[in-house]
């Protein structure tokens, strides 16, 4: 037989490559390898290599069901065995030996093999611990465990579903293939048929591709890309950006006011704020991926949109009035040549106007050419820079007997000792000086502007920034040095100036070096260090070139913030802060280039070049940098200070101390350069700052701000822990049992109005039902109702639980819900209006929560509305939640109204979500809005016409938002029968203090005796006025135990005339059965020994009606039932007797633990 294929171990994994990532698609495929003893291996460059034999599956079950042959046959066995499960097979094959075919060996499954099967495991089979037969033969097999041999680990992850690291899964733009790639969720891997991911695809407020994101990124990169390397990209930029025009017509005058040594001070703090904002930007672009946006970007994604829109807005301005000043720069120049060889065209200012229009129009050409062609012309621009540098380097050694009149001698040590110290003239000093460089030093951010254009940020960014800085700064430094050693401060250019014989009284470097300029203390001289801006010029070999030199420094830093202001602003507009910029986020060619924000740019800047006096505008956009420089300093203090996790950047040398330092030193050389200016550029940060928090863009970019709340809250908390509890810190912290917020709004808002920046709020939602569905809804409910809650501006959390029974679900929830002290103290729920139609046995859940809240010393308010609490039953299906709040194209609701329900709602599904079967659009529907609707509604079934809602259902969606109105000028009546600790009344005192309630009045009702009402009216008043409770009258009731009208006892005992067990009518033994069976029925002996409180509570709904019907909301001492005692049939009908057709009324009772004091 001809021998097989000899392959490397690659080709294994080639083999392996065609099968799904997440799994073998075919059951029988899995890799079959010879499997032995991995110390028996022989040595040498043979042991690499494999043989892979791919063994078609669908052979018949004979041949796997022959008995293995002896000798060679026992191969053939093997192989047919290995046929019918379809599988690879490796065998190590030695070249040296002869080139018989392997399959023709013992040593095939059967006699020894490994196999990965679909699970990822390793299985060895019974004959792996023998070597295979075999009848003579060249090759050798060689059998190898799994977790001995590397090879097999090259082939993990590709057979089974959970998926290996990777890092396409942490992407937030899509991978080469357009498609983003999603690790398996964990319902994927947990639950086998459960396939659906969770919400929105994401986790942990991942952020998605933006719609059409994808497409682009792929586009883009089939097209080619253009990506830059850390010198093209950031380098070149920042150097050319930081050696402006102020290097060749500015540090010479410098070097002449200050002197050296001061020169060297004004660089070196200049250095210093430039190369802590350098740490700074390094550190915040090596903590993750950095896209375009530059320093708008790095501020954004650190402090957030607040700052980052602020930010974002006036540099990307900054940088478009920047190009007109740098193009002014430009034109001055070139019109100052025009001058001297009397060639202007009209005069000096139009001439600047018209060769900076048609310089910046050129540059424009540059920048929509492609940044390809723009990192061309800026190599040109170093290139001339460089030898403009040169040219000054050189020229300081050849120092012509012709420029010495004008004050240049050559490196002079009697030079050097003058100019060292300092010479301030005209009202000059040290800081007027500083802040004069200062600008020269900026321009640092050039690269990191561009972020989204280099092929690696996060290395090029602190790589080439810093190098820069570095560079930039010696040559600065150099420059200062040569020109103070070599040029003295005054010169007057005139030949008559030589000092023939030689002076004994010499003072000056010129008199020594027999030169007399001393007519320059008189009169005015043009040449000198302190006399002229083209010192540069007159010292350089060849003047041309730092002409070319101006031209280059010039046209360079204009093109960077030509290129920096459109890319600025594209991320700016990408992220919608600014709503009405988003047409300025759309990109062009395969550069995704901001065409729009080019011609912007080139209109803000040729406005400014036509204007022509930029000498107003220039502190303001140095500000404007510096106050960039601040924040993206301050962002590096603040993610450090909020020590988040997610703040871990590559780059190691920073500090947040020095960080901070560099935001204050930034601050304060805004005021150094121009006071007024830094004023105005607070004003205008804190006015966007201001704009962008109120809008609140719906972005969530894990921000340090949010970082530091976090940490702040967790801080204070954890101190919180250890403060002992006081009456005078007493606040209602309530757990309100709402199910679906959005069910119950008013339940909702009413709660909310007096915990609202007072106390905690929390609404409990118990799922019950199948577990595995009840998983996956609490993680859904959690993130939607959530939002439901900050879009509808309420200060609560939600907090779903899953329990098998309500009662279980609510103890859960009262033991757990809340962290350290900030737990609730109070239970809250809606009143059961259908309890009479509803089982019973829910009945008796609803109370036994009452019971259990006492028992854990929790306070319990029951409210009730006339109209009931829960709309889930119109919200066809919870449309009613988002429709009226959405575009004007839906404002006409359509609802399904199931008028076979009642009307009065069922308050046992309170903790229980809306079947989503019935409602498919519920979940898309609230995450859109969510707003509760205040309007009449319209309803339709599949076929008929729309129709309005009937009466009873519109009354409850008016009554649903009652308390989100103002309430008027009405009453708050406080009905104050028994003392609960204050509770009673701490609530509706609570309640006047928010800005709906304000004009409402406190009436409180009281009982007393009918021969004491005077003295409790003022027992009371005294008691109120100690609490420090403002109100408007006190009544005392005298008559409450009067007995009540006959027809009103009679409707109550035909209320519970159902519920009655009637034992004296039954035999003792069916008594007692139907009253363990049921224990929520009302025994004879119960009702009897219960009379009297059941005609009280009649009587208190006379009284209510009298006295309360035309209130705001009634607050009235709940009745207690004692446990054991009262059956849960007769204290609901207490509860119904009580507080039926009245307003709302909230019924409460406080642990009996005081909540008021009057004692400081």
């Known amino acids: 037989t001809e021998p097989a294929p000899v392959a490397t171990a690659g080709a294994a994994v080639a083999a392996l490559a065609s099968a799904p990532e997440r799994g073998v698609s075919s059951p029988g495929l899995s890799l079959a390898t010879a499997a032995g003893d991995a110390l028996c291996r022989p040595l040498g460059p043979s042991q690499s290599r494999f043989q892979v034999d791919l063994v078609a599956e669908g052979s018949g079950r004979a041949a796997a069901d022959e008995p293995q042959k002896p000798g060679g046959q026992g191969g053939a066995a093997a192989k047919g065995s290995e046929e019918a499960k379809g ?67 090259r082939t993990f992850g590709h057979n089974t579903m959970d998926a290996v690291p990777r890092i396409d899964h942490y992407r937030h733009t899509a991978a080469e293939l357009g498609e983003k790639l999603i690790r398996p969720s964990l319902a994927e891997l947990h639950d086998e048929l459960d396939k659906e991911p969770f919400e929105d695809g994401y986790a942990n407020g991942e952020e998605g591709t933006p719609p059409g994101e994808a497409d682009a990124t792929y586009a883009a990169d089939s097209k080619g890309i253009v990506k830059f390397g850390w010198i093209k990209g950031v380098l070149v930029r920042c150097m050319l950006n930081i050696w402006g025009v102020m290097l060749f017509i500015r540090l010479s005058w410098i070097v ?163 100019n ?74 005139n030949l008559n100036s030589t000092i023939i014989t030689e002076l004994t009284n010499c003072t000056t470097a010129a008199c020594k070096l027999k030169f007399d300029f001393s007519s320059c203390q008189k009169t005015e001289c043009h040449y000198g260090l302190l006399n002229s801006f083209q010192v540069m010029s007159m010292v350089s070999g060849f003047a041309p070139l730092i002409s070319a030199g101006i031209f280059s420094a010039t046209l360079s830093s204009a093109l960077a913030s030509l290129v920096s202001a459109p890319k600025i602003f594209q991320a700016l507009c990408k992220d919608n802060i600014y709503p009405g910029l988003l047409m300025f986020a759309k990109g062009y060619g395969k550069n995704n280039e901001p065409l729009r924000g080019y011609i912007l740019t080139f209109l803000i800047a040729l406005g400014f070049i036509l204007i022509a006096e930029l000498n107003v505008i220039a502190p303001i956009i140095s500000n404007f940098f510096l106050a960039s420089y ?11 200070l909020a020590k988040s996790p997610g703040w871990r950047p590559a780059f190691k040398y920073y500090n947040m101390w020095v960080s901070l330092i560099g935001a204050i030193l930034c601050c304060i050389v805004m005021f150094v350069i121009n006071w007024w200016a830094a004023l105005l550029t607070y004003v205008i940060v804190l006015g966007l700052y201001i704009y962008v928090t109120y809008k609140k863009p719906d972005v969530n970019w894990g921000s340090s701000t949010q970082a530091l709340t976090y940490l702040s809250a967790l801080q204070h908390t954890v101190r919180l822990a250890g403060v002992e509890d006081h009456v005078k810190n007493f606040r209602p912290q309530c757990l309100v049992m709402t199910g679906a917020p959005n069910s119950r709004p008013a339940l909702v808002h009413l709660v909310h109005a007096f915990t609202k920046n007072v106390g905690l709020m929390i609404c409990g939602h118990i799922h019950m039902g199948p577990r595995r569905q009840a998983m996956k809804e609490l993680s859904t409910d959690l993130a939607r109702y959530q939002r439901w809650l900050i879009k509808n501006k309420m200060k609560a959390f939600y907090a779903p639980v899953h329990a098998e029974d309500l009662r279980d679900g609510g103890q859960y929830l009262m033991q757990a819900a809340g962290l350290g002290r900030m737990r609730p103290n109070t239970l809250v729920v809606g009143f059961k209006k259908d309890w009479k139609q509803a089982d019973m046995r829910d009945v008796e859940t609803y109370i036994n929560l009452f019971h259990d809240a006492f028992d854990i010393q929790y306070g319990v308010v029951v409210i009730r509305l006339k109209e009931g609490l829960d709309i889930s039953h119109l919200q066809g299906q919870e449309e009613l939640l988002s429709s009226q709040e959405k575009s004007p194209s839906s404002k006409d609701a359509i609802v399904n109204v199931d008028y076979s329900k009642k009307t009065e709602t069922d308050t046992s599904k309170a903790f229980s979500p809306p079947s989503s079967e019935k409602t498919p659009g519920l979940h898309k529907e ?3 809005d969510g707003k509760t609707p205040t309007q ?37 009546d406080v009905w104050w029968l028994f003392d609960d600790g204050g509770l009673t009344l701490l609530i509706p005192y609570l309640l006047t203090t928010k800005k709906k309630w304000k004009d409402c009045k406190i009436r409180v009702f009281i009982g007393g005796k009918i021969n004491r009402i005077d003295h409790d009216r003022r027992a009371m008043a005294t008691l109120l006025s100690k609490f420090r409770i403002d109100f408007s009258d006190i009544m005392v009731l005298g008559d409450i135990n009067t007995k009540p009208k006959k027809e009103n006892i009679a409707a109550f005992e035909e209320m519970v005339e159902p519920f009655r067990l009637h034992e ?38 006379e009284l209510l009606k009298e006295h309360s019907s035309t209130a705001n909301v009634i607050v009235m001492s709940l009745p207690v039932a004692r446990k054991g005692a009262v059956s849960s049939a007769l204290y609901m009908a207490w509860l119904e007797a009580l507080s039926k057709d009245l307003p709302p009324i909230l019924l409460v009772r406080g642990n009996h633990q005081s909540v008021l004091t009057f004692y400081s």
């Not at 075919?101 to 299985?123: I, R, W």
């Not at 800081?431 to 900026?442: E, K, L, Q, R, Y």
């Not at 009873?952 to 103002?966: C, G, N, V, W």
Request: aromatic share 10%.
């Open 936 to 972: 009449p509604l319209l309803k339709k079934d599949s076929k008929g016409p729309r129709t309005p809602l009937n009466l009873a259902d519109q009354r409850l969606l008016d009554s649903s938002s009652q308390f989100q109105k103002k309430q008027g000028k009405n009453t708050i």
């Open 1064 to 1101: 004296d009518d039954k035999e003792q033994d069916i008594a007692d059965k139907m009253k363990e069976d049921e224990p929520w029925r009302i025994t004879d002996n119960e009702l009897e020994l219960y009379k009297t409180k059941s005609y009280r509570q009649i009587r208190l709904n």
């Open 256 to 418: 002449g006011q200050a002197g050296i040594a001061l020169s060297v001070l004004v660089i070196a703090m200049a250095t210093v704020v430039t190369t802590i904002t350098g740490l700074s930007t390094s550190a915040i672009a090596t903590n993750g991926f950095v896209r375009g946006g530059g320093a708008y970007y790095l501020i954004s994604r650190s402090l957030g949109p607040e700052f980052g829109g602020a930010i974002g807005l006036i540099f990307a301005f900054a940088n478009a009035v920047a190009v007109a000043m740098y193009v002014v720069g430009f034109a001055e120049t070139v019109v100052e040549l025009l001058q001297e060889n009397g060639a202007l065209m009209l005069d000096q200012t139009n001439d600047i106007r018209i060769i900076g229009a048609i310089t910046v129009l050129v540059l424009l050409g540059i920048s929509v050419a492609g940044m390809e062609w723009e990192a061309k012309a800026q190599i040109v621009l170093l290139v001339i820079l460089l030898f403009a540098i040169g040219d000054f380097i050189i020229g300081t050694f050849i120092p012509l007997d012709s420029k010495k009149v004008k004050g240049f001698f050559g490196y002079k040590a009697e030079i050097f000792t003058e």
């Open 420 to 493: 060292f110290g300092p010479d301030f003239r005209a009202d000059e000093t040290f800081f007027s000086v500083f802040a004069i460089f200062f600008p020269a030093a900026t321009g640092i951010l050039a690269g990191a502007n561009i972020s989204g254009d280099l092929a690696d940020p996060q290395s090029a960014i602190p790589k080439g920034t810093l190098l820069a800085i570095l560079i930039t700064t010696l040559v600065y430094i150099g420059i200062a040095v040569s020109v103070g050693a070599c040029v003295v401060r005054d010169a007057t250019g």
């Open 926 to 928: 609230e995450e859109e």
């Open 630 to 640: 601040a924040l993206i300093n301050f962002s590096v203090f603040h993610a450090s």
């Open 87 to 153: 599988r690879f097979r490796v065998n190590f094959v030695d070249p040296s030996a002869g080139d018989e075919s392997p399959a023709e060996h013992g040593g095939g499954l059967e006699g020894g093999g490994v196999s990965f099967q679909n699970g990822g495991d390793t299985v060895l089979s019974e004959g792996s611990l023998h070597s295979g037969g075999g009848g003579g033969g060249g090759h050798h097999h060689y059998y190898y465990d799994t977790h001995t041999n590397t090879y097999y680990l």
